[in-house]
């Protein structure tokens, strides 16, 4: 019954194709947006609320700012609005009006929220100052993708001022720490962090670190960003305080942002031939049961049995739905929440009840077993565990083999063009030889901490640290 | 210290100022809009995820569509475009170029919702759909006054399509005593709940019920809506099923919504001369710690003593936080959480920890009480029921006190408008007598389930049933 595109051959028109059949998405009648629809939602919302969580803990507070931001704050940092401005939304009519000044629709909230720093921020005992925002940004979209690039997108965009220039590159290292436990940890998607070059930093930071998935066509993507804005954001929207020493001084920023674009990671690192495969600490639904009948009497006892296990699983905190479509077959079923992803599924009929048991088949087709009834909560959280666990061995693995290491991108562009894959290799970080990577389609993703290479892949001067290089979403 | 404007003769500077100075809000650069601060947000933050809760409760999903309507969608249905054009905020350029079609930024979302649901619904086995959005809107606001009138507000917006009328109506119905529930149990308000009128209704909408607050100032504040929006946006969008019995059908359709609106109805209610007063059910600090000590070696002492009174608290799920700012005296404090409307105050010194004792007072001024530190957590529980439950009583009694009950308006008119206050009155419900209050700047609010008075309040045609008249914010 499965009609999704070849994963290994067609690995765009399957995601295109899963993301709609499973209901993660759905066109809409505005170019570049997208619905999201409520399973999908749901998984956002998993997210979400582990990295608001996270975000909580390091003493950052929510607050809201404005959609609309005057035309002329952007100006006033001249990087950020040449990064900007072939992106933005315009509102030039309001209220029946022409505005006097046009308003933008937010791309990012650097420049409202550096304003308010300023009316903010006085003394040193108002720092640090940790703000963040779960927001919709809206940067306007040629080749619009579900969740990967999409005109509007939902994320969290957190601000930060601090004292010192240590502090604030401290707390930089910090978010993009987060990021990537949250990445590994709970979508089970192993990452390469590391530091954006120079062409491909935020526009008006001082650095930029990243943290890149390698999706399963060999293809990076960006999952998240967090910027050591240093100094330049607030003096173009001056941003002073009176510091230990009684002098005014500017504080050094940080801002870091992570996007819906994380469900399309998921999707794209876990998924397989036949749907959604999707990590059990962040799926919408853990367990899905099917109650299997056929007569009006085994029915009454089988729904009464689903029931009393849904209730036990619940309670202990188990996402468990049971399936009671009485217009589908249970094999029409389980096709149905393999390609939805859910990890675990349980099949429950007469047979399994006059034994005490219940059928457990996990989505990794780890195994299928007969489970007593009275053990199914204790083996159900650790067979999530295991999946969870498992999940992010294989990506692991899989990210593993697409990682090579290769000295001339004369001699490995033409492998890139062809299988894609992530290269790490060396650079001697001038503009010039990252340019000669377009030829190949490819791009530096980020700088790594260490240092492999004698030479840069391009020329043959000193390579300064190993680069990782890759097409890209 | 205080320096709010007087409560009882300046209510509306008072409002002003009291949420600027405890940091709910903040102006922002752009007109109409306004910066919620971190403070208002965790408020909003607890309403919004206690809502959240009982959405979900009745089957409701949440979903995201787009920021961005295309203004023909508007048009579609033409009681709805004649009511929201005049607030409309208009994108005429994207992406560097003129659109072909502008983009209206979304003043509600039936339209674009309406659009997905003719996609997603064929059967009967489709319906009830039930869906919600956690957004933002925007109306362009003339006379903006942060959270009640502004241009860009949060909201959620639930939508739904039923297979018959009385289906539709029952849950219209069933939205609209959530958050009566909300309202009334958790932000201790209580509201008139009844149907507006023809005039007063939601463009489109079949009828519109409605819950109103009674502000101090004894003006009502419509605090959210649930539409029964019958069968016009199904015509209009062409949302058609194959019934039961196998014939194409229209569904009935629903849509209701707060918005953050309601912490302006919470600062207003119940606010004092003091400052806020937050219901401990939805305040983002339920208790707040102040340490008091002078000496170095008593200061170590109380630190340890609050820190562990501060874990005990958190660990049975009270919102907590100690006072450590080492630049304010202890008095200066007190007004400081006075002002943010926390609670209970807990103070803790060198010869109370002697005593084994610490001194809570509530910001109601029930008591101020030394209490065994053993015995704190309950009765810091129990005394936070007493407080939640005290605001809704006295609350209760400020309404009654302003609701009258009164026959012509020629009678009481003047005294509603120099005065304020709630009128419960008969009406003929003929549209000509409903604009014989605009001379009184008041207008119905409700209707209500109930039959007090032969006649109306304008006119000597028989009352058809009670309304509530008032002025409004």
């Known amino acids: 019954m499965n009609t999704l595109p070849d994963i290994k051959k067609q690995f765009s028109e399957w995601y295109q194709e899963v993301i709609y059949s499973a209901e993660f998405a759905d066109h809409s009648p505005v170019r570049g947006s997208f619905v999201i629809r409520p399973y999908g939602y749901s998984l956002w919302e998993h997210i979400r609320d582990t990295l608001d969580k996270k975000i909580k803990a390091t003493g950052t507070q929510n607050a809201a700012f404005p959609l609309f931001i005057p035309e002329s704050f952007l100006k006033r940092e001249a990087e950020h609005v040449e990064g900007f401005a072939p992106e933005l939304a315009v509102v030039t009519h309001a209220g029946g009006k022409e505005l006097e000044e046009p308003l933008v629709v937010r791309p990012t909230s650097e420049t409202i929220i550096h304003y308010m720093f300023a009316r903010w921020i006085n003394s040193w005992r108002d720092l640090p100052l940790k703000i963040n925002q779960w927001a919709n940004v809206v940067r306007w979209e040629m080749r619009p993708r579900a969740f990967l690039r999409t005109t509007e997108f939902f994320w969290q965009e957190g601000h930060t001022a601090h004292e010192t220039h240590q502090e604030a590159w401290e707390f930089t290292q910090r978010m993009l720490a987060e990021y990537v436990d949250l990445a590994e940890n709970y979508l089970a998607i192993p990452v390469i962090a590391g530091t954006k070059s120079e062409q491909e930093k935020f526009p008006g930071a001082e650095k930029t670190l990243t943290f890149e998935g390698v999706m399963q066509d060999g293809k990076a993507l960006q999952m998240g960003t967090s910027h050591l804005l240093s100094q330049s954001f607030a003096h173009s929207f001056e941003i002073k305080f009176q510091d230990r020493s009684g002098t005014l001084a500017y504080p050094y920023l940080t801002s870091w942002g992570a996007t819906t674009r994380l469900v399309g ?137 697409q990682w090579h290491k290769a000295e001339k991108l004369k001699v490995f562009g033409p492998e890139l063009v062809e299988h894609n894959g992530i290269y790490q290799t060396g650079w001697c970080q001038r503009p010039e030889c990252e340019k000669e990577l377009k030829q190949y389609q490819a791009a530096t993703r980020c700088l790594l901490n260490e240092k492999t290479f004698a030479t840069c892949f391009n020329c043959d001067l000193p390579s300064i640290t190993d680069v990782i290089v890759a097409k890209s979403y």
């Open 265 to 401: 990671a998921v999707v794209m690192v876990h998924g397989d031939q036949k749907g959604l495969v999707l990590p059990p600490k962040i799926a919408p639904i853990q367990l899905v049961i099917i109650p299997i009948f056929k007569s009006g009497e085994s029915k009454d006892v089988v729904l009464n049995a689903v029931q009393k296990i849904e209730n036990t699983l619940a309670a202990t905190g188990i996402r468990v739905k049971i399936d009671l479509d009485d217009n589908k077959t249970p094999g029409a079923k389980f096709w149905h929440w393999e390609l939805k992803g859910v990890p675990l599924r349980l099949e429950l009929g007469p047979r399994d009840i006059a034994q005490n048991k219940a059928i457990v088949a996990d989505r990794l087709g780890l195994a299928k077993e007969a489970v007593s009834i009275d053990e199914l909560s204790t083996y159900v959280v650790q067979h999530l565990e295991l999946i969870q666990k498992t999940m992010f061995d294989r990506a692991k693995e899989r990210r593993q083999s």
